[in-house]
């Protein structure tokens, strides 16, 4: 992993610590995947060569530098497309991304994640997709990107046993893409729990 890369991960880490000990405003904390979801995220990235993908809920861009670190495993001119609402929070990940040295990797599209999806053409191009955005919509944008996912690429839904409150809303969400024929997918109990579903046709 670039040194650059490392260095932000660390301290963004430490910040999210010192979040849980402090008075913070739920739209300002980060609300980032665990360090455990991000090292399993690098080692399957990078174990299936991915070179390319798209990301709901980009937050400070946390699990964007994770994506990031593995596709520059597999390539020198990764892409990856993050999509995130608060303005406050796309600075963030924007200043974030250029102290990694990476920005010129990403692109970040700032508005509603559901406008964002049905605006882009329907394509298969992704390798990966990660959801990590509001809970409700879930279901809304499995639909629209899975026809941008390619046969055998991988979407990881996050938070699918934690926060508890979440766990109702999550299992209908797990149920409802189980029943697609054109993936497989399973919950596996690493980080806040993962959904990690694969394309198969």
């Given at each position: 992993?670039?040194?650059?890369?490392?260095?932000?991960?660390?301290?963004?880490?430490?910040?999210?610590?010192?979040?849980?000990?402090?008075?913070?405003?739920?739209?300002?904390?980060?609300?980032?995947?665990?360090?455990?979801?991000?090292?399993?995220?690098?080692?399957?990235?990078?174990?299936?060569?991915?070179?390319n993908?798209?990301?709901?809920?980009?937050?400070?861009?946390?699990?964007?530098?994770?994506?990031?670190?593995?596709?520059?495993?597999?390539?020198?001119?990764?892409?990856?497309?993050?999509?995130?609402?608060?303005?406050?929070?796309?600075?963030?990940?924007?200043?974030?991304?250029?102290?990694?040295?990476?920005?010129?990797?990403?692109?970040?599209?700032?508005?509603?994640?559901?406008?964002?999806?049905?605006?882009m053409?329907?394509?298969?191009?992704?390798?990966?997709?990660?959801?990590?955005?509001?809970?409700?919509?879930?279901?809304?944008?499995?639909?629209?990107?899975?026809?941008?996912?390619?046969?055998?690429?991988?979407?990881?839904?996050?938070?699918?046993?934690?926060?508890?409150?979440?766990?109702?809303?999550?299992?209908?969400?797990?149920?409802?893409?189980?029943?697609?024929?054109?993936?497989?997918?399973i919950?596996?109990?690493?980080?806040?729990?993962?959904?990690?579903?694969?394309?198969?046709?």
């Amino acid at each position: 992993m670039k040194k650059s890369i490392s260095k932000i991960l660390d301290e963004l880490k430490r910040q999210s610590v010192l979040e849980k000990t402090k008075n913070v405003k739920h739209e300002d904390r980060m609300l980032a995947i665990t360090e455990d979801t991000g090292r399993f995220f690098y080692a399957v990235l990078t174990g299936v060569g991915a070179k390319n993908a798209l990301e709901l809920g980009t937050s400070v861009g946390y699990s964007t530098l994770w994506i990031a670190a593995a596709l520059l495993k597999n390539t020198k001119t990764p892409k990856i497309l993050t999509v995130e609402k608060n303005p406050s929070k796309v600075a963030r990940a924007r200043r974030n991304f250029r102290r990694a040295r990476i920005l010129q990797h990403i692109k970040i599209r700032q508005g509603r994640i559901l406008d964002v999806l049905s605006a882009m053409p329907k394509r298969a191009v992704f390798d990966f997709v990660l959801i990590d955005a509001d809970k409700e919509n879930g279901p809304a944008y499995f639909d629209l990107v899975l026809p941008m996912l390619k046969v055998g690429g991988i979407i990881a839904t996050d938070n699918m046993l934690y926060p508890e409150k979440y766990r109702k809303i999550m299992k209908r969400y797990s149920d409802y893409i189980s029943k697609k024929p054109a993936v497989r997918t399973i919950t596996l109990p690493i980080g806040n729990g993962q959904e990690i579903t694969v394309k198969i046709k």
